[in-house]
């Protein structure tokens, strides 16, 4: 808001892309031209770092090298033990663990999943490693040496990426899920051992019509989440 507290325009298209934005969990076939995914990234390139560091780089995959990856990363996981280069959360509690089960319910109601059925939620997390179907994948890496605030920019970055996507028409859905696998996406893609997964994001063009894009997740109110000092 301006400082008289009138909306803004740039106030308003902001809030209409942040309102819009869900994470896509299935993708059409349809490849994103190379200029849209380089408009996309000239976007998410805007992010702010600790001192300009700008610690992200990125790997994507295209056509037969998305076919492939999706194949050898489907076999790979089907056998692995999970090695993530960030430690993933101890535990969900209270409100967290709440709002965890809540996002997992409606992704399983929207799909057909009952509650107890355990192939099915398997079957569902699969899915993750099928990309949902998209076209693309980036891989998001930090610099080691910039240990978890490098991960605090690309976090940053991620958040700016899947905005970008959204205002170009674009589906995209962040996954830690692929980053738990890490040593053999940096086998995989030749990444150097100074860089370290902090998650890959699938997108493409999003397959509006598939039930499990119906449903929006919540948010919680400001006043859960801020407090104010004035004394």
Excluded at 17 to 23: D, E, K, M, N, V
Aim: charged share 20%; hydrophobic share 40%.
């Amino acid at each position: 808001m301006s400082p008289t507290g009138a909306r803004t325009e740039e106030y308003e298209a902001l809030s209409r892309i942040l309102g819009a934005r869900y994470t896509c969990r299935q993708f059409t076939a349809d490849p994103v031209p190379r200029e849209t995914i380089e408009a996309l990234l000239r976007l998410a390139q805007r992010t702010p770092s600790w001192c300009n560091t700008q610690p992200w780089q990125l790997v994507i995959t295209e056509g037969a090298g998305t076919d492939r990856f999706r194949k050898e990363l489907l076999d790979h996981v089907a056998g692995a033990i999970p090695e993530p280069d960030f430690p993933f959360p101890a535990h969900y509690t209270g409100v967290y663990r709440d709002r965890r089960r809540e996002c997992g319910l409606q992704l399983y109601d929207s799909v057909g999943i009952a509650k107890g059925d355990n192939a099915g939620t398997m079957r569902q997390a699969v899915r993750n490693f099928e990309l949902f179907d998209a076209p693309h994948v980036a891989i998001v890496t930090s610099e080691a040496d910039l240990g978890v605030y490098g991960a605090v920019d690309c976090g940053l970055y991620i958040g700016n990426f899947l905005l970008a996507a959204q205002s170009l028409g674009l589906g995209a859905a962040p996954q830690a899920a692929l980053a738990s696998y890490s040593p053999f996406l940096r086998t995989y893609f030749d990444i150097p051992d100074h860089r370290r997964v902090v998650a890959a994001i699938s997108f493409g063009y999003p397959d509006i019509d598939h039930p499990v894009n119906g449903f929006r997740t919540a948010r919680a109110e400001v006043d859960q989440v801020a407090s104010w000092h004035t004394n």
